[in-house]
């Protein structure tokens, strides 16, 4: 054979393995992607992509439908906001009621101290009305959820208790009005946090400041059944819950992850995992402070802060996992835990930061996160892993004050079913997205959304989820209105993206 012939055959065998190769990169993509459900709709939320903050009860901070935006269009819109509590409150989190028949879509978001609404009509994202409610200085009341009726559920903690706000006229159009309050006895149930979902059972499922669980009928704010968190749980006051199908409820303290099973009636433990969320070094930090105490730590990027991600659910409720970030240094750790039944023949893995000690069985993974730190100029992992199939990102957190070179980094890791591991498939250190990133999956491929800092400028970036390469790069200007500290990215019916930032809603769309 000449070496012509030889370097042809060479040559012909890199180019056939390098097909082979993009061929199996597209089929492991395809099935922990491309065939990815939605979660299970709850009959009880509203019918549209983005009825709870999270898009769903399972907390994946995605949906089966991608965005569609242009690089040079986005609209930005004051949120409505009373200032008596100073410039510059955060509207964290946005809900979609269902597209009436004309394609109109009202969009809620959630001051601090109301509700505000918005229509998306003719194209355009057009102001409605702000319901102004009672707040003390240091509430933090920013939970909202749509009920299936499209009316708003929220919490009015200086009064402990839930409000429901609806259409003052029932018409979309109308401004916004409170249709009845749901008192909680906060000496017999505790006072109530920012954290709350939806039952699949239709009964409303809140945290409070004991630690504890309380149901609720949404109808009459009767209290169905209470339950108190064990001590080894640890306090849980940064993030939400998730709820599957079954009713079992995953609960992150700082020293355990627990799944409480709720059967409509009563409350039950289904099982609780140790795990010291904060890190090795800070066993002993004081857990009875205050709140308020609490929120400062983690808006300063203070190291043992712990985790303060919701946790997010892959799979079924049988086999599937949760997942979690921890508040670990120098690199915070994605955790899975088994969601049901423990494999018989696993193994417990050892203990990362404890040489010849093994981590409780129910831990399926630990991997070391490289773009999410609280050192330096980091901060500890507020921000909820998205999930979309099998993929998980997750992003590094640069605080509600992102300075002008904030730590920058996103990554997928995939949750391998077969092989029982998490694997880190792509990390992207030159991107900055500050709150909980949004995917997406349609026509053009899944995506990833947010919104980040680069020098003066704020710039909105949209990556591909198979690789984590930039697709588009948006410039949001250089005032802090559009500054998203720490929210997700609700995707509207038209494919267009609306967060609340700093001082302002803002919606990105394609013409």
């Known amino acids: 054979m000449t070496s012509k012939a030889m370097s042809n055959k060479i040559r012909n065998k890199v180019i056939m393995t390098y097909e082979l190769y993009a061929v199996m990169s597209l089929l492991v993509f395809f099935l922990n992607v491309a065939l990815a459900e939605d979660p299970p709709a709850n009959s009880h939320l509203a019918r549209?992509?983005?009825?709870?903050?999270?898009?769903?009860?399972?907390?994946?901070?995605?949906?089966?439908?991608?965005?569609?935006?242009?690089?040079?269009?986005?609209?930005?819109?004051?949120?409505?906001?009373?200032?008596?509590?100073?410039?510059?409150?955060?509207?964290?989190?946005?809900?979609?009621?269902?597209?009436?028949?004309?394609?109109?879509?009202?969009?809620l978001t959630r001051p601090l101290n109301g509700v505000a609404k918005y229509a998306i009509e003719n194209g355009r994202l057009r102001q409605i009305h702000f319901l102004q409610l009672e707040r003390r200085w240091s509430d933090i009341d920013w939970g909202i959820l749509l009920l299936s009726d499209g009316a708003a559920l929220v919490t009015e903690k200086m009064h402990n208790r839930f409000a429901v706000i609806g259409d003052r006229d029932n018409d979309p159009a109308s401004p916004l009005r409170v249709l009845r309050r749901l008192p909680i006895d906060a000496r017999r149930y505790g006072e109530l946090t920012n954290h709350f979902t939806m039952s699949y059972s239709g009964s409303i499922v809140a945290l409070t400041r004991q630690p504890g669980l309380i149901a609720v009928d949404q109808e009459t704010g009767r209290v169905l059944a209470a339950y108190t968190l064990p001590d080894e749980f640890g306090m849980a006051i940064h993030n939400n819950f998730p709820i599957d199908e079954r009713g079992r409820i995953y609960l992150l303290g700082q020293r355990a992850l627990m799944a409480v099973d709720w059967d409509g009636s009563s409350f039950s433990t289904a099982?609780?995992?140790?795990?010291?969320?904060?890190?090795?070094?800070?066993?002993?930090?004081?857990?009875?402070?205050?709140?308020?105490?609490?929120?400062?730590?983690?808006?300063?990027?203070?190291?043992?802060?712990?985790?303060?991600?919701?946790?997010?659910?892959?799979?079924?409720?049988?086999?599937?996992?949760?997942?979690?970030?921890?508040?670990?240094?120098?690199?915070?750790?994605?955790?899975?835990?088994?969601?049901?039944?423990?494999?018989?023949?696993?193994?417990?893995?050892?203990?990362?930061?404890?040489?010849?000690?093994?981590?409780?069985?129910r831990v399926a993974g630990v991997l070391p996160v490289p773009h999410s730190t609280p050192d330096g100029d980091g901060h500890s992992a507020e921000n909820s892993p998205a999930v979309l199939g099998n993929a998980i990102v997750v992003a590094q957190w640069a605080g509600f004050r992102p300075g002008a070179a904030p730590p920058k980094g996103v990554q997928r890791v995939d949750w391998n079913p077969t092989k029982r591991q998490l694997d880190l498939v792509w990390a992207n250190p030159d991107i900055h997205i500050n709150g909980v990133p949004t995917i997406g999956r349609g026509a053009e491929g899944a995506c990833v959304f947010g919104m980040g800092r680069e020098g003066d400028n704020y710039i909105y970036s949209v990556l591909d989820l198979r690789d984590g390469a930039r697709l588009r790069r948006i410039a949001l200007g250089t005032s802090d209105d559009v500054l998203d500290q720490g929210v997700s990215h609700a995707i509207a019916s038209d494919g267009s993206i609306i967060y609340g930032g700093k001082r302002s809603v803002v919606r990105l769309y394609r013409p």
């Open 48 to 107: 549209s992509s983005w009825p709870i903050y999270h898009a769903n009860t399972y907390a994946t901070a995605s949906v089966l439908s991608t965005a569609v935006v242009d690089p040079n269009s986005f609209e930005s819109l004051d949120n409505l906001t009373h200032r008596r509590f100073g410039a510059g409150q955060v509207s964290p989190w946005t809900v979609l009621r269902e597209p009436s028949s004309n394609g109109t879509q009202i969009v």
């Open 271 to 361: 099982w609780t995992a140790p795990y010291n969320m904060r890190g090795p070094g800070f066993e002993n930090v004081r857990e009875d402070r205050r709140p308020i105490v609490d929120v400062i730590a983690v808006a300063r990027g203070r190291p043992g802060t712990g985790s303060g991600t919701t946790p997010s659910l892959i799979g079924n409720p049988e086999t599937g996992i949760v997942v979690v970030v921890d508040g670990h240094s120098p690199r915070n750790n994605l955790v899975a835990f088994w969601r049901g039944d423990i494999p018989e023949d696993w193994t417990a893995l050892p203990d990362p930061d404890k040489p010849g000690a093994s981590l409780d069985r």
